[in-house]
Nanobody
Framework: QVQVVESGGGLVQAGDSLRLSCAAS????????MGWFRQAPGKRREFVAT???????NYADSVKGRFTISRDNAKATVYLQMNSLKSEYTAVYFC?????????????????WGQGTQVTVSS
């Protein structure tokens, strides 16, 4: 069984930085894409970023230039570095493990999800 566990959320001020981590276990991590999604209160879950099995990345327009997704295959961990945070980024951030090697912006392309980590940005 694949397990996905996020960490690193918290309460920060606007303009601060935060790094989320996501550890995956239960299969060969390096063969699969990983993604980050978020869900703000009262809103639908939305795509944030994805990284494929060889490190190619894709971002939502709303976070381009502020967020960076990366992976460490030796640690079976994916990261989301978030800079210049804004209050509208307040959400529960979810990590997801893809069903294949290529990254996607659709949540349906991911097979395993973490429980989420809360990020709150105060203005």
């Amino acid at each position: 069984q694949v397990q996905v566990v996020e960490s690193g959320g918290g309460l920060v001020q606007a303009g601060d930085s935060l790094r989320l981590s996501c550890a995956a276990s239960g299969r060969t991590f390096s063969r699969y894409a990983m993604g980050w999604f978020r869900q703000a209160p009262g809103k639908r879950r939305e795509f944030v970023a994805t990284i494929d099995y060889i490190g190619r990345t894709n971002y939502a327009d709303s976070v381009k230039g502020r967020f960076t997704i990366s992976r460490d295959n030796a640690k079976a961990t994916v990261y989301l570095q978030m800079n210049s945070l804004k209050s509208e980024y307040t959400a529960v951030y979810f990590c997801a493990a893809g069903g294949g090697p290529h990254g996607h912006s659709l949540g349906t392309q991911y097979d395993f999800w973490g429980q989420g980590t809360q990020v709150t940005v105060s203005s």
